[in-house]
């Protein structure tokens, strides 16, 4: 038991120069503060109610001015629950460093803002805790205060304190060593509070959640579309130059060939001329693949136009971009139309298809429709449909596919701008 009381003892001491105890002291003290500051103005308020009510003076300037006030006091009250919440956000992060996300901003202009978050839960909810901040700030700052201000008291004013003369150091001392776990608990109070009512509540974290994750979805949709253009960049800029080079000299080898070459050295400078430049043509349908040049040069509509002129079945294509949508949209764009292209030129069996890219509205409306025996489904085995639906759905996206049995059939894909 003497260990136990002696290693107290020493807790109880090294708390009074712990920087968690001055942090909470100074947390206590600025609770009060503000509990002071808004007592303040709502004195002001009510002494101007009470003066009116008490019977108009001489003055009708002066009387005009109280009735404005009494009036419209009210009117900011919301602007100044928000003003005052973000104090105490402010506070806390400052003091604590306890993060406290400040909820969803209301849209609209201010009066729009002012009445709907008159409507809104978590404007009662803020109005809960600065209601039960003034019993915490008010009731634990003052407790704090005079815990660490006994000694000074007793000091200066021996009969300051509730005790005689004698008991007084006693009792300042037992205030002072109190004073790091009355302001310890004052905050953990303070602290609970906080959290369920001044933040958001569960459906704006979701909000917010979804939010960052629509945030961090686009980044990363942009980063794979930079990263691609990296590796077509390198690709085209490096081993595809090699590989003509390459084909050129092993060609002028080939045509230089006498007729005293051997047969068998023929036919290898020959095989080998043939494999790079089915290398070559392989390297530029895969950078072409990975993201075509001429999007990135010239635009959506002259890449689609390439697309249509490859195309093994005639196309009409019909496309209005203006102005031109952000490059990871008209990339998946592009890939869209090329995919559907290809399915409708292995599965189809279509003799023709029509393309038309239009943007309006900040949405970009890809449709595509062939006459061929329909039947195609997102939900298919196939994973050409499925992968036009994944890249939709990437960027918030939708992706619709009417193909009844016969056809025809209609994919209609909507992706935003930006």
Known sequence: MTARAAAAGRAAISALWAPRSWRATLHALTGLAIVAATFFLLTL?????????????DDAVLNA??????????????????????????????VLGIEIPAPPRTPGHWPQRLLRVGRAPAAWRHLGYHLLSVAIGLGGGLAVAVCWSAPLVAATYPGGLPV??????????????????????????????????????????????????????????????????????????????????????????????????????????????EDAVAALAGLRQLVRGLH????????????????????????????????RCAPSIEAI?????????????????????????????????????DDGCGGASPGGDGTGLRGLAQRAAAVDGRLRVHSPAGGPTTITAELPCE
Do not use: C
Not at 180 to 199: I, K, M, T
Not at 237 to 245: P, Y
């Open 45 to 57: 308020w009510a002494e101007d109610i009470a003066t009116l009510a008490s019977g108009p003076g």
């Open 65 to 94: 001015f109280y009735v404005i006030v009494a009036v419209a006091g009210p009117v900011p009250l919301l602007w100044w629950l928000g003003a005052l919440s973000a104090v105490q956000r402010v506070r806390f992060a400052a």
């Open 164 to 273: 005689g003369m004698a008991a007084a150091p006693v009792l300042a001392a037992a205030l002072l060593l109190a004073a790091p776990w009355v302001a310890r608990a004052v905050v953990a109070v303070d602290e609970r509070a906080a959290l369920a009512l001044l933040g958001p509540s569960a459906a704006q974290r979701l909000e917010l959640r979804v939010q960052a994750l629509a945030r961090s979805r686009a980044e990363v949709v942009a980063a794979a579309d930079a990263e691609r253009r990296r590796i077509e960049r390198d690709l085209h800029d490096g081993a595809q130059q090699q590989l003509v080079s390459l084909a050129m000299n092993l060609g002028m080898a080939r045509a230089a060939l006498g007729d005293d070459v051997p047969p068998a050295a023929r036919k290898v400078i020959e095989q080998a001329h």
């Open 292 to 323: 075509p040049a001429v999007l990135n040069d010239r635009g959506l509509d002259a890449a689609l136009s390439g697309i249509v002129a490859r195309a093994p079945l005639p196309v009409r294509l019909r496309i209005d971009v203006a102005p």
């Open 333 to 369: 764009a592009y890939f869209m139309v090329s995919e559907a292209l290809s399915n409708i030129a292995r599965h189809a069996r279509a003799t023709r298809a029509e393309i038309t890219v239009q943007r309006a509205g900040g949405r970009l409306h890809v449709v595509v429709t």
